[in-house]
């Protein structure tokens, strides 16, 4: 069992920057890759970004490349969604979840599921 909580959503204009992070309990969360998704209302749930539980791989949607950075530290069982440049268009609920071993950016093939914080970019 691993849980998860999501902190660190907010109100940012245009432009600005968010660092969501996901603290996970749980031993043995350095085993498991980590997705972030987003949602609005209305839409299905959107794959952002996810990394392995190595590290050594990470995977983001087109929309956020060269924005938005994930990363990971296992030894505070804690990983980070760091947001630059954002914009109107990233306004969503962003959670995290957590899947054995490998990344994937379909959101049922993870296990545990963070609640959801809110993110807002004004324009």
């Known amino acids: 069992q691993v849980q998860l909580v999501v902190s660190g959503g907010g109100l940012v204009q245009a432009g600005g920057s968010l660092r969501l992070s996901c603290a996970a309990s749980?031993?043995?969360?350095?085993?498991?890759?980590v997705g972030w998704f987003r949602q609005t209302p209305g839409k299905e749930r959107e794959f952002v970004a996810a990394i392995n539980w190595g590290a050594t791989m990470t995977s983001y949607a087109d929309s956020v490349k060269g924005r938005f950075t994930i990363s990971r530290d296992n030894a505070k069982n804690t990983v980070y969604l760091q947001m630059n440049g954002l914009k109107p268009e990233d306004t969503a609920v962003y959670s995290c979840?957590?899947?054995?071993?490998?990344?994937?950016?379909?959101?049922?093939?993870?296990?545990?599921w963070g609640q959801g914080t809110q993110v807002t970019v004004s324009s």
């Open positions: 749980g031993r043995t969360f350095s085993s498991y890759a």
């Open positions: 979840a957590v899947r054995p071993l490998s990344i994937t950016v379909v959101p049922r093939a993870y296990n545990y």
